[in-house]
Nanobody
Framework: QVQLVESGGGLVQAGGSLRLSCTAS????????MGWYRQAPGKQRELVAV???????NYAGSVKGRFSISRDNAKKSVSMQMNSLKPEDTAVYYC??????????????WGQGTQVTVSS
């Protein structure tokens, strides 16, 4: 089993910044992808940013130039710096980790979610 611990959510005014972090632990052999998704009320969950084991990143068009994702392989963690936040960024943000367990099986785990609220 893989466990994810998220931190960094909160309330911020438009134009402000937050940094989300997620640390994985458990039966992990390797991590292929680490990323963040978000879900606003009444909306589908969507990809925000993802980073693979080679450090290649992919961002939603709405956050390019404002958000930056990074990973620390030694700590098995992923962080996302969010700058110039907008009210439309308000959502529950979920950490997602995909890789291989110590039993050589694929896994895909989600964090419990952390609320990000951006006021106008």
């Amino acid at each position: 089993q893989v466990q994810l611990v998220e931190s960094g959510g909160g309330l911020v005014q438009a134009g402000g910044s937050l940094r989300l972090s997620c640390t994985a632990s458990g039966s992990i052999l390797s991590i292929r992808f680490m990323g963040w998704y978000r879900q606003a009320p009444g909306k589908q969950r969507e990809l925000v940013a993802v980073i693979n084991s080679d450090g290649v990143t992919n961002y939603a068009g709405s956050v390019k130039g404002r958000f930056s994702i990074s990973r620390d392989n030694a700590k098995k963690s992923v962080s996302m710096q969010m700058n110039s936040l907008k009210p439309e960024d308000t959502a529950v943000y979920y950490c997602n980790v995909e890789g291989i367990t110590t039993f050589y099986a694929n896994y895909n785990y989600w964090g419990q979610g952390t609320q990000v609220t951006v006021s106008s």
